[in-house]
């Protein structure tokens, strides 16, 4: 169904203290493209500075530049980019304090996150960003945020997060569930709700919220607790006041970045790390309660390796994983950009796929 047109680089470096991750493209209001990602001084470190490069075919981008050069040092964000449906551009996700040069944010010790809070900034044109909003968690705990924000026609804010241990241990915090926060007077007011409650142990990654083009809201995650356990997705039909689920996706993919389309199907981006070909798949469905739905299911990149060191690709490995967070973006012309970060060797950068969809 995915057929390959180009395929390309956004971004490559050498240098050995880049490491980039996070990337996500959206189509700006001019019709140009954004490509969005973090780049850190190395894996686990608590340094991030979101980036920004431009294309005006998805196949040839500018140099990449920080989009708050005033901020490196002080704030570190991994911000997800993302189109609202009131016509402009969104970028969300998770800002951490910075106490000291090289800390981590993560304690593979303790399984445990440092401390942080949900951000966001919208842009009118998506070239120029306010500075990041940052917003309190409902409940202690940090945020594992990577799929950024709903914003709908009515400007309603809306976000998913997985709640995680904190490395200060400053509280206890319920991790067998997703965190459910929406505003509906432009970030003044917060109000928050539990989705996907299952009994322990339980640790949810990667969660993305959508609405799909028949106005339902859906949510999907993987879970970090079990190595087999497929990803899960949650619907809601009465616009977020309740959400059924969990319901089993037909794979098990570490990142599912959703992305609406026509007559309320989905595209699923996801890693394959667990069976060949290893690398980057893009998944359609149409799901409902009595399941997913599946239209297809396709290899788009292939990795060389699942990890810098060829293993198994667990969880456990992710400071080895060799490639990661992919997304789908439909272009004016109607094909598709899939972007994912890599390292080859010495190399590591943002990558392209341009696709078309075949019958």
């Not at 954004?34 to 850190?40: A, G, L």
């Not at 007077?185 to 990654?205: E, F, I, M, R």
């Not at 409902?288 to 060829?310: C, H, K, M, Q, Y």
Request: charged share 20%; hydrophobic share 40%; net charge negative.
């Amino acid at each position: 169904m995915f057929t390959k047109l180009a395929e390309g680089d956004i971004f490559a470096t050498l240098q050995p203290d880049i490491r980039c991750a996070g990337s996500r493209t959206a189509v700006l209001p001019d019709g140009s493209l954004i490509c969005v990602w973090h780049e850190c001084s190395g894996v686990g470190v608590n340094d991030f500075v979101p980036v920004a490069a431009y294309s005006k075919d998805g196949l040839q981008w500018s140099a990449p530049k920080p989009i708050w050069p005033e901020l490196i040092g002080v704030q570190s964000l991994c911000m997800t980019v993302r189109p609202t449906a009131d016509g402009r551009i969104c970028l969300a996700g998770m800002s951490f304090r910075i106490d000291a040069p090289g800390e981590a944010w993560w304690s593979d010790e303790l399984g445990a996150m440092k401390e942080n809070q949900l951000a966001y900034a919208i842009s009118e044109d998506g070239y120029a960003f306010p500075q990041p909003t940052c917003v309190d968690l409902p409940e202690y705990g940090a945020a594992e945020q990577p799929g950024g924000m709903l914003v709908d026609a009515d400007g309603t804010m809306t976000m998913v997060y997985s709640p995680y241990p904190t490395i200060e241990r400053r509280g206890e915090t319920d991790t067998c569930c997703l965190m459910y926060v929406r505003s509906t007077d432009g970030g003044k007011t917060w109000q928050h709700a539990k989705v996907g409650c299952v009994p322990p142990p339980s640790l949810y990654a990667e969660a993305w919220i959508i609405r799909l083009s028949d106005g339902r809201l859906m949510t999907a995650a993987w879970q970090t607790a079990s190595e087999d356990a497929p990803d899960q997705y949650f619907l809601s039909e009465d616009d977020g006041a309740s959400f059924q689920g969990p319901f089993t996706m037909s794979f098990r993919g570490q990142t599912t970045a959703l992305l609406p389309w026509k007559d309320g199907s989905v595209f699923v981006t996801y890693n394959q790390r667990k069976q060949a070909p290893a690398g980057v798949w893009l998944a359609l469905a149409r799901p409902d309660a009595s399941g997913f739905n599946l239209i297809a299911n396709e290899p788009v990149w292939t990795a060389d390796v699942t990890t810098r060191s060829n293993s198994s690709g667990d969880f456990a490995e992710w400071t080895d994983y060799a490639f990661g967070e992919p997304q789908v973006t439909v272009l004016p012309d109607g094909t598709l950009l899939v972007c994912l970060w890599y390292e080859k060797g010495e190399k590591r950068g943002i990558r392209y796929v341009h696709l078309k969809i075949t019958d």
